[in-house]
């Protein structure tokens, strides 16, 4: 409907032209240029308000220009009923109220336009628009004050009412120009709208004003007539545009500077002006206000310019998440401190640099999302801080990895460091409401003993720490001899050649039935003797071989050597069970129940002789996966345990669905009860054995260190244990398989029959 009707406005306005043009100099219409210009532009006027009746929001813009062009158009109802007769409507009259009640109005529409487009600017960009309104102001003033105080005088009242229209237009264009400038860049058709209806205003008045003051022309008498009607159109208009959608790729556009700069040189070429004839005091203040924003805007700028290369600078340095320095603050450092060692100033000095890697922070991403990795790193960075000097320097790299610089420091110095950031890191975080742990690995490199340049020294400090990872120490020192050469495909190679040798060892540790006291069953773990870093645990090198594809063939001889050992064992009387721990890549192998049936078959060994141990994190990884293979296991009489239960986030929710027989207590659980044997620590382990017994399953506790903590999982129902107290893990020639481990205490069933 609205188009329609703007249609038949725009084909009036058309028409309405046409007889101006046509029209002999000097002929009027009261009826065609009083009365329905009038009605035209209370059409227009009427249209805005239905703009607004029709939103839900954003009404005041649609309601204020309403008003205005209101105002506006019932000033020409009246003057057009005062000219009935012939007669010369008086200077003030009753329609100049309502005409100049327009300028208000509409101010304040503009503004509203602005502050609703650009609410995110900074100051100095509303000084942009202040410089060019000013300096189109004060050009302005120079032609339009002079004029009518020399056409128009005597009646003072009748001064300040023609002279109240130029200066509303001054200040109408000097919003406008201001606006613009201030919105340059910005996709905004109804402000471009806006702003035409503005400055067609302007040039109607303009020729209006040469018209009154002698200079009477027919093109003066066009312009005149029809600046007005298509002024109020374009208003009426641009209420009713939709703003343009907005990319959210595009790189936001800087504001121009051309109308900024065109006002600023307006206000010189004003005073200039000034120098030579006289000017208004209106020009001359509005051309000293011009440059006056220019300054104001220029020590801003010059303030704005130093604060943002301090940003610009500190952003670049730091890590956007944790707050801490990044890598390229970390090379900006060592470069420094390796350009004074080359130019040899001062005395010589050491730096330490300490590369950190956090051990199972990708199990934290898994179980709990990535924004629970962001929380930890964030709670991680100040409790390291806090362990370093004022001197010290804590980075983070990327990832889970962090980066400390020691400077004037030595060897004792560095490893007092490592082992408080290892005790810091092991403290538990608190992440979605769980208690959670995890580990670290540390490597140490010291310029310029290791390295004479940035790369050089992290590498080594790198190579360290994947050493690190793979040996018994959380922390370790580049060693030349060692780790030259020493990088990740190296050791990929020597793993894969040690699987097809089979240079690896198995240890056991035995598993104790707290009702009886006897070794009912052992669990197999993995070694690796390496020959230049030592006995490498499982859980250092078990990554290795998953990335390299090695599991398949590790694990077979993993069942192979422990079945083997368990038929000896059985064949000299030992009911043995063992257990073997088995990854999410055997799940998903299809041929992975196959080699376990060979296995058992080929030492002639029973299902129930077999024990296979997956973490609870591995079946949460690929649950549907994950219970199909365990439900073919256990079909087939095999015993499946949840290992490590506890240290996931989702075990209750899935523990129902799954064929199993066992459930491994972490020893994240046992841990606190050797502490404290009450409280909170205690029911949750108690309600933990309660629920796998409620479920069928056998329960194991590992982590058992004390003999009080043996006793009190045996007083609770605890059925199997496993830990240091009973055994250290051994090769199997020296495992005491006829030792009694009865606990002191009375056992469950011992209690029940008192």
Known sequence: MPRVVYALLGTLLVSYLASLVLRSEGDTSLLVDGWLVAGFELVASALCFSRALGLRRGRTVPLALGCALLSWSIGDVLLTAESVGGATPPTPSLADAFYLGFYPLAYVALVLIVRRETRSLIPATWLDGGVAGLGVASVCACFAFNTILRSVGGDPLAVATNLAYPIGDVLLLALVVGGTAILSGRRNAAWIMLATACGVNAIGDTFNLFQSSGGASHIGTVFDGIAWPTA????????????????????????????????????????????????????????????ITVGIRIAMSTRSLRTLTEERRLQSVTDELTGLGNRRYLFQVLDAFFAEYDHRRGPERRLAFLFVDLDHFKEINDSFGHSAGDQLLKQLGPRLAGSLRGSDLLVRLGGDELGVVLIDTDLNHASGVAERLLARIQEPFMLEGVSVRISASIGIAFAPADATDTVGLLHHADLAMYRAKLGASAFEFYKADIDAGGNRLRLVDELRVAVET????????????????????????LRWPHPRLGVVPPLQFLPLAEEAGLMRPLTAWVLDQALAQCAAWRKDAHELAVSVNVSATNLVDAGFIDVVSD???????????????????????????????????????????????????????????????????????ITPLVVDGEGRDLELVRATIDLGHALGLRVVAEGIETAGTLDLLARIGCDLAQGFFISRPVPASDLALHADFRPAVPSVDELKAS
């Not at 500077?257 to 209106?282: D, I, M, N, Q, Y």
């Open 502 to 525: 089979g240079d690896f060892v198995l240890h056991y540790q035995p598993q104790v039935d707290l009702h009886s006291g006897e070794v009912t069953a052992v669990e197999a773990l």
């Open 232 to 291: 109020i159109l374009l208003m009426s208009m641009s209420v009713w545009l939709r703003p343009a959608a907005s990319d959210p790729l595009a790189a936001p556009k800087a504001p121009g500077v051309l109308l900024p700069g065109l006002g600023a040189l307006s206000g010189l070429a004003v005073l200039f002006v000034g120098t030579l004839r006289h000017l208004s005091p209106w020009a001359l203040g509005l051309a000293i206000a011009t440059l």
């Open 599 to 669: 296995t058992l078959a080929r030492h002639g060994l029973p299902t129930s002789a077999l024990i296979l141990e997956i973490t609870e994190t591995t079946i949460i990884g690929d649950f549907e996966r994950c219970k199909h293979v365990i439900a073919q296991l256990c079909e087939g009489g095999l015993t499946v345990s949840i290992d490590d239960f506890g240290a996931g986030f989702t075990s209750l929710a899935y523990l129902g669905s799954l064929a199993v027989r066992e459930l491994k207590l972490d020893r994240g659980f």
